[in-house]
Every structure is written in structure tokens, then in C-alpha cells.
């Protein structure tokens, strides 16, 4: 990713916008996407963020990738195979529209339920969300030209938090919500 690194306050279009999107992928992939979610820190109200929507659509199986690879490419989602993360596929907006960051994951993995109690965490402990804007304001102007060290830099936050969100996971017996879209 290119580009300086930058945190800037809530902004409630960012709900709407992914309401827009949420549509018009649920209606390319039709039950192709088992789940498509709001997920990232634009997905948590209040809390500051990049101003890139991401979105996660969660399908039966990885493989083969054209079930919901074609249907995405119509859309002019662009494909990034080269992406290293093997736990899911990823996909860039469509070249001129607004920055959107699409991970197709395996419904029921690890890598597809850390996300959703990640955001709704968050989203049941304001003051947590708070903390981690604090945390990403402060790397944001440490590595503001760097991503990869902004990234990392977080990332024992990151975890703390997750650990935090296990618990309370256990202790209300959290389950995924129903779809976003």
C-alpha cells in the first residue's frame, strides 16, 4: 500500500457507503456469499480510522475462486492474487472509487470469526475503541510513511484487545449476529 498512513475521526457515511456496497455484492454473489460483513475499524461507531471500508464476505470453500472471483470482477473489484495471506482471497476497489479493502474467508475459520468479535467488541466497549484510537493516532504519526512498521507497531495492542474480547466472548457466549448484508 502507497500512501501516508492516516487516522482521521469517525465519519457516519462510512455505514452508509458500506450499506451501498453490502447490496450490490449481495446481489453479484447471491448465495455464493454465505456472510458479508462491515468489518475493520470503520465498522465500529466512534471510532477513529483509515478511511477504507472493509468489507468480509465469508464463502463454503476458498477453492476454486471463480464462484465468487468472477462475480466480484464484474463489479470491478480488482483480484489480488499475490496477496501472501493464504487465509483468504483479497480484492481492491473498483479503479476511481472510494478505498475499499474486500476479504473473501472461510465461513467458520479462525480468520473469519476474529473480525467479527474483534468489531463486536468493540462495539460493546466504547472506552476500549477509545484506547485503540489513542494507539493508532500516535503510531499514524510515528510511521506515517512507513505502513508495514504502523502495522506492527499496533499489533501487541491488537492482541491485547483480542484477548480481551475472548473472555467476554466466553462469558456472554458470543456468536456472529446476523449478515450485514
Known amino acids: 500500500m502507497s500512501g501516508a498512513v492516516e487516522i482521521v475521526d469517525y465519519q457516519p457515511a462510512w455505514g452508509v457507503d458500506f450499506t451501498e456496497l453490502g447490496r450490490a455484492l449481495r446481489i453479484a454473489l447471491g448465495d455464493a456469499a454465505r456472510r458479508i460483513d462491515h468489518i475493520g475499524s470503520t465498522a465500529v461507531p466512534g471510532l477513529a480510522a483509515k478511511p477504507v471500508i472493509d468489507i468480509q464476505i465469508s464463502v463454503l470453500t476458498l477453492e476454486p475462486v471463480d464462484g465468487f472471483r468472477l462475480p466480484l470482477e464484474r463489479?470491478?473489484?480488482?483480484?489480488?492474487?499475490?496477496?501472501?495471506?493464504?487465509?483468504?482471497?483479497?480484492?481492491?476497489?473498483?479503479?476511481?472509487?472510494?478505498?475499499?479493502?474486500?476479504?473473501?474467508?472461510?465461513?467458520?475459520?479462525?480468520?473469519?470469526?476474529?473480525?467479527?468479535?474483534?468489531?463486536?467488541?468493540?462495539?460493546?466497549?466504547?472506552?476500549?475503541?477509545?484506547?485503540?484510537?489513542?494507539?493508532?493516532?500516535?503510531?499514524?504519526?510515528?510511521?506515517?510513511?512507513?505502513?508495514?512498521?504502523?502495522?506492527?507497531?499496533?499489533?501487541?495492542?491488537?492482541?491485547?484487545?483480542?484477548?480481551?474480547?475472548?473472555?467476554?466472548?466466553?462469558?456472554?457466549?458470543?456468536?456472529?449476529?446476523?449478515?450485514?448484508?
Do not use: C, M
Request: a positive charge; glycine letters at 6%.
Open 75 to 181: 463489479l470491478g473489484y480488482v483480484y489480488r492474487a499475490d496477496n501472501p495471506e493464504r487465509t483468504k482471497r483479497y480484492f481492491r476497489e473498483p479503479p476511481g472509487r472510494r478505498r475499499t479493502h474486500v476479504h473473501v474467508r472461510q465461513l467458520g475459520s479462525f480468520s473469519q470469526q476474529l473480525p467479527l468479535l474483534f468489531r463486536d467488541y468493540l462495539r460493546a466497549h466504547p472506552a476500549a475503541a477509545a484506547e485503540y484510537a489513542t494507539v493508532k493516532r500516535r503510531y499514524a504519526q510515528q510511521f506515517r510513511h512507513d505502513r508495514q512498521a504502523y502495522v506492527q507497531a499496533k499489533d501487541p495492542f491488537v492482541w491485547q484487545i483480542v484477548r480481551r474480547a475472548d473472555g467476554w466472548a466466553q462469558r456472554i457466549g458470543w456468536t456472529p449476529g446476523p449478515s450485514d448484508a
